[in-house]
């Protein structure tokens, strides 16, 4: 017998705890019921550490995601002939790569419609980094949103009240209730705000490593199997990347230092793994829209928008429908800047083996680059910048990374933290590749 929740929620709730395979109406009904006000507070949280503690399949996870995505708006492009294919990191420290790789893809004929987050813990947020652009804003409503992917191709915007609104509460009890950590609850959380934006595909970056919320390869690779599965049981093509988040990708960290690398990527420079990694991420999501068959196709394709500067034209374009001062492209300069820059001398000399990404983003938070509360203001102008990576040679007293703050004393009491972050030794040992594999299904 199906329990129809919508009337009964303690015995939904008590089928999960005692092991049961709940059905796909089932699931609707007590996602319904909770948007609605039938189901409270308390009894969704007991349900998700039931979920959390016994469980969800495969189906059962599609079941919710598709719930979470019809609780809101789910977009449609009807008019757009171009396919919608989008990219979802599992969050990292110095990932920019969303703010390069997005006009980029869109330059090569895909329309990317982004929905993007905030930081989350220790790790940076999309729509913080473009909030450090003068004027832009993220909060564009659903129809704004679809007029400016159609003319530009490309927008990111945060999830709005329209997009998912069944995962910003679910999301909200599961911050607060000890349920964040479960497999299936962040599938249909990351899926159901994705898909919302009307997707064709979906490139997911599976992040792995200390920096990463998966610390190993094994947790990585379920997670990514799973987004992977229940992505394409929901009707759409998805790949993933393992990629390796045990060193800081590139030079920098915090808000503004960081959009201002992704223009440096989009107009042919940049550090080498943040451009490989917008290469590897472009180049899946080129085939999985049908623009290339081939890989190597796909990133010369890509090479020549980032070369040509067509990638950094849409970027322009971007910026400036949403409101920001396009002028940044051509004078990184007009970014917000912080007044003092404090260099981290090397403790000795030798050559850097190791680089802990955690306990960067944690002084970058510190700083004030993230926040500890959802209400908290964040600085876009402070962060760390690194001068050196793992392999570098450096000389004692020279500096290993240089502090952005407001004042000089705020960088005292970090100094000797992001010292210790790096491992100066006489020879590195051998490093993981940055893109460790790749899950088709
Ligand atoms: N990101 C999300 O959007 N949801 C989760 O549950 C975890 C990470």
Redesign the pocket.
Known sequence: MTTRCGANPIEFIAKKRDGGRLGATEIQDFVTGFMEGRVTDYQMSAWLMAALLVGLDDAETVALTQAMLHSGKVLRFSSLRLPKVDK?S??GVGDKISICLAPLVAACGVAVPMIA?RG?GHTGGTLDKLEAIPGYDTRLEARRFQAVVRDVGVSIIGQTAELAPA?RRI?AL?DVTGT?E?IP??????LS?KLAAGLDGLVLDVKVGRGA?MKDLVAARLLARTLVRVGRAAGRRVVALLTDMSVPTGLTIGNALETREAIEVLGGGGPPDTVELTLALGAEMLIIAGVDARRGDARRRLEQARRSGAGLERFARMVAAHGGDPRVVEDPARLPRAPERVPVPAPVSGTVAAIDPRELALVALALGAGRTRADQAIDPRVGIELSARRGTRVTRGEPLAWLHVARRDQANPHLSRVSAAFAVARRVADVSPLVIGRVTR
Do not use: E, P
């Open positions: 979802h599992t969050g987050g989350l995962d999301y599961r964040v479960s609850l962040i599938v249909a959380s990351i705000k919320f």
